[in-house]
């Protein structure tokens, strides 16, 4: 699994590929193959299939491009910092053609390992974040979130699960 991305202007939930069936989970570092023909081979052709003719917006040219550009601040600065993440925004009727195209090329043989990715969407919203009183008034103001950021509609209920659990930091 890994991190695809987040609903822009969004820091409640985010959302994840899943590969099932690759047999060392993908590496979020630099340095795994997996990664690099996941973002060369699908991720980016997809993206820029849909995105030509749509203005401001920026694609990295490849997996070696955004790798440099992550590590750029801790070898400019040098501190140790983690990689700065790549991230690129998308408009839902963009991403529901560029998620299409995905799906299709993780179809053809060369790229067996990626078959059957799924996205998974995970949302991480404390209580306070909310300015409601009780616990249902939290449960609503999130599924309203959860609404804005996700058509519902597109979502077939046996694909969708919703787990509420609560914990106390103190």
Known sequence: MMQLGAPRNNSVFTVYAVFPHLEKPIATTCHCKSLEKWTDKIMLPAMYKFLKGIPHHFLAPSHKFIVMNSQAERVETMRDVEDTPYKHYLRGDVFRQVWNEVVMTTQ????????DVF????????????????????????????????DVQEVAKEDMEIRIETQLIL
Request: charged letters at 25%; proline letters at 2%; a negative charge.
């Open 108 to 115: 053809q043989a060369q790229f067996a390992e990626f078959r």
């Open 119 to 150: 996205l998974v969407a995970v949302g991480d919203l404390e209580p306070l974040m909310t300015e409601s009183d009780t616990f249902e008034q939290v449960l609503e103001e999130t599924l309203q979130i959860w609404e804005h950021v996700i």
